[in-house]
């Protein structure tokens, strides 16, 4: 039985150029349940309206009188709801990301930049002046019913005032889970 020597290693004395020991990422703490909760009914207060915009798609006059249904069944009218619907839908969805796994570090299936770390502000920045956007967007839901709207019918008036009615909550959703991803993040930068 012989013993070798250890291979040589090149030491580097710690300086301030160098740790002494390397910085391992610490994971941000879970997200509270509330958090959770408001970035998955962002999801659904939008799903409503789309589901309106889906039956004007397919042909379905959805609470409006004919002349008011007839710009809507052109293609380009159709392209554009159907469009929409589907932004809308998938900008909703990306607010559960502030409350995922894929918040933190972006999934690997993703060209170029799969299985990095996701820097915070870069979540953080878009998220907080889309909850913004969203809000000024959809303040005056509230007040559907004060406009007059001569292309649809009574019914189809109160249908659709209420299928828009969730979207006056998808900016203030979108902001208290945002904050709730700021503070998280904020405590691993400190750590």
Known sequence: MTLRK????????????????PQTPVAPPPPP???????????LVVLPSGLWRIALVLGHPAGYTEAGFEPFATVDAKIWMLTL?????????????????????VPRWIPLIGGRRVRPLAAVVPAALGAVGLTLMWAAVPFWWTYPHADLTATGNLVVGIL????????????????????????????
């Open 6 to 21: 250890p291979p040589a290693t090149s030491w580097t004395p710690a300086t301030s150029q160098t740790p002494a020991t």
């Open 33 to 43: 349940r509330w958090a959770v909760l408001a970035a998955h009914l962002t999801a």
């Open 85 to 105: 619907t589907v932004a809308g839908e998938l900008v909703a969805l990306l607010t559960i990301g502030l409350v995922r796994p894929w918040g933190d570090v």
């Open 164 to 191: 828009y009615q969730p979207l006056f909550l998808w900016g203030p959703l979108t902001a208290a889970v945002t904050v709730s991803y700021y503070r998280r993040h904020r405590v691993r930068g400190r750590g």
